[in-house]
């Protein structure tokens, strides 16, 4: 009986384990996707800011906005292109006389003689309509009520494409007075509707903004709630999702500086890799966009809701049933239906066997035997499964590859100098998938023990200077310093040069993710102890005590705060360890939260592997 029931508890185990392994399949397939959507999404409006797909988005665009950074601060879109002409003085000097009598003085009727000298001196639309808005209120209010009808009637059918400084249609006021005052009847509610659809592009004396602005909105609002009709209704819908937009909008506007940090950090931690962060309820997720390498950054907002499936669901809080959505994306967790990856009940066979376990104590025995050995199997696929997840790595560089030779294919460079820079991100990317191939397949060749090293007379410093040459461009292009320090020693051994540039190369890189703010790497090489010595040098975060037995563990990434946005394999220090071991050294690291770590490769003077 107990061995029946220890059958049903390891059916309940593989099938949770099944779950499990199906949950993370379809997070990498959502990674994945997500990630291509976006970085097309990103070309798209690379190529719309140069001026090759006009100044519109489509109309089924998931790209909520997308606006630029000017001092560390994000210019909202509805104040893009807001240029109000200056009035000529003689306007000015009429038009301030008015407002004096008509809100100093309280004198409302020397007040409209003198916006009527203003409409008779403007020279532009914006100038006759700001004074016939101002003649109408001024009208109102000394009880000239039919002028004041007329006056404003005027405005509804010749100002409504002119706006003021705060981007409101100046017959929007005409047309408040009119409705508050009863004297709204049917032309002016088709004017209120047709002002609440969609906002278009107002080119008049000059070009502003598609965007409505928030005091637009707002005061469109007002007006449609006192509307009674279908039409109103469905408009006050729609308004209240550009108004809810407008307010998101705003409030990431005073938290810039907070989100510009995120993305570059996570930018800084994954050269070439497009980083996203989510915000707000929706989520929006935003990125940084650079039309060419010298712009101004703009700020890309995506509408979570049109490039995931219907069935799942982002959030920018962690929740017991949501995971994080993982490398490029910062904040993001996805939740899925809470049926799809349930664990199935044990199927009531299983009870029924357990009777056959009672009466057959050799057909159990057989059975387990079996079993075990489909769980070792299972174990072994899932084993190979990892391994070619973690192939998914070798896609990275391909991102950035494609992203400049593209722009160099359609001649958007601009200069010899950007082509340059552009050309040796692609070699520098391709070097850096040479080294991730070359990676993966080492440790193939070791799981199978066919790993061989070429011995030949190596100067240990000629090694290290080969991966720093490799790693001259990565360094420069993140802002690290590398420093080389020898004592003069020489050390020269037989050895395998590749594989030694290989692993001191992973130690680099190893250096470069974990040095957080720091920007300073430092290599020593000489020889103690009858040994030589090439100690890696960051001052970055630093290994816990805890996790530095482990580190060098196939798969094993330390799993903290700061290193969650860090993305690698695993395989970089054991593919180090098995090549100094090779050479019959080894591999001592002395670290300290917070202040950093020393790798330090000793290999004896008469190495060979």
Not at 15 to 41: G, I, T, V
Not at 312 to 317: K, M
Not at 378 to 399: D, I, N, W, Y
Not at 490 to 509: F, H, K, S, V, W
Request: net charge negative; aromatic share 6%.
């Amino acid at each position: 009986m107990l061995l029946g029931f220890r059958v049903v508890r390891q059916e309940r185990e593989l099938s949770a384990r099944r779950a499990s392994e199906q949950q993370r399949e379809a997070l990498d397939q959502l990674r994945r996707e997500l990630a291509a959507r976006l970085q097309a999404l990103r070309l798209e409006e690379v190529n719309r800011v140069l001026g090759e797909s006009g100044g519109r988005f489509p109309p089924d665009s998931p790209i909520v906005f997308v606006a630029p950074v000017v001092d560390n601060r994000l210019v909202p879109p509805w104040e893009a292109n807001r240029n109000a002409p200056r009035p000529t003085a003689e306007f000015a000097r009429a038009h301030r006389e008015g407002e004096l009598r008509e809100f100093r003085d309280d004198d409302a009727a020397a007040a409209a003689v003198s916006y009527r000298l203003a409409m008779d001196v403007a020279r532009t639309p914006s100038e006759r309509c700001s004074a016939r808005v101002s003649l109408g209120r001024a009208y109102l209010k000394a009880a000239v009520t039919a002028d004041a009808e007329r006056s404003d009637q005027t405005a509804l059918r010749e100002c409504g494409d002119v706006f003021d400084a705060d981007g409101v249609p100046l017959a929007l006021y005409a047309a408040e007075r009119l409705v508050a005052s009863g004297r709204g009847d049917q032309p002016v509610e088709e004017f209120v509707l047709r002002l609440a659809g969609p906002p278009r592009s107002r080119c008049v004396d000059s070009c502003g903004p598609v965007w409505r602005s928030p005091n637009e909105a707002l005061l469109l609002e007002s007006l449609l709630r006192r509307i009674q009709s279908p039409a109103a209704a469905g408009a006050l819908r729609a308004l209240a999702i550009e108004i809810h937009n407008a307010a998101q909008i705003s409030a990431l506007a005073q938290d810039t500086h907070d989100r510009l940090g995120q993305l570059e950090r996570a930018s800084r931690f994954a050269p070439g890799d497009l980083s996203w962060i989510g915000y707000g309820e929706e989520p929006w997720l935003l990125t940084l966009v650079s039309p060419t390498p010298f712009a101004e950054p703009l700020v890309m907002a995506v509408s979570s809701k049109k490039i995931v499936p219907a069935d799942v669901t982002l959030r920018t809080t962690p929740a017991a049933s949501a995971v994080p959505l993982g490398d490029g994306f910062v904040d993001l967790h996805v939740e899925w239906p809470a049926d799809r990856f349930a664990v199935p009940p044990v199927p009531g066979v299983l009870y029924g066997s357990m009777l056959a376990v009672v009466l057959g104590a050799a057909l159990l025995a057989g059975y387990l035997l079996l079993r075990d050995m489909h769980r070792e199997a299972e174990t072994a696929e899932m084993r190979s499964q990892f391994v070619a997840s973690v192939s998914h790595e070798l896609k990275t560089p391909l991102t950035s590859i494609r992203a400049h030779a593209e722009t160099l294919l359609l001649g958007r460079a601009g200069s010899t100098e950007t082509t340059s820079d552009y050309l040796k991100t692609i070699v520098s990317e391709s070097e850096r998938l040479t080294r991730l191939v070359d990676s993966v397949l080492d440790f193939s060749r070791i799981e199978r023990g066919g790993k061989t090293y070429e011995l030949q007379d190596t100067r240990l410093e000629d090694v290290v200077r080969s991966a720093a040459r490799a790693m001259e461009y990565p360094l420069s292009q993140m802002g690290f310093s590398l420093t080389i320090a020898s004592d003069g020693s020489e050390p020269t051994l037989r050895a395998d040069p590749e594989a030694l540039t290989q692993a001191i190369l992973n130690l680099l890189g190893n250096a470069m993710k974990y040095s957080g703010e720091s920007r300073s790497i430092e290599i020593r090489i000489g020889t103690r102890d009858e040994e030589a010595f090439v100690d890696v040098i960051d001052h970055g975060i630093g290994i816990a005590r805890d996790e530095q037995s482990r580190i060098f563990e196939r798969f094993h990434r330390v799993q903290s705060t700061e290193t969650s946005d860090i993305a690698g394999t695993g395989l970089g220090l054991p593919l180090a360890l098995h090549v100094v071991e090779a050479h019959r050294g080894r591999i001592a690291l002395v670290s300290n939260p917070g202040h950093g770590s020393t790798f330090s490769v000793l290999l004896p003077l008469e190495a060979h592997a």
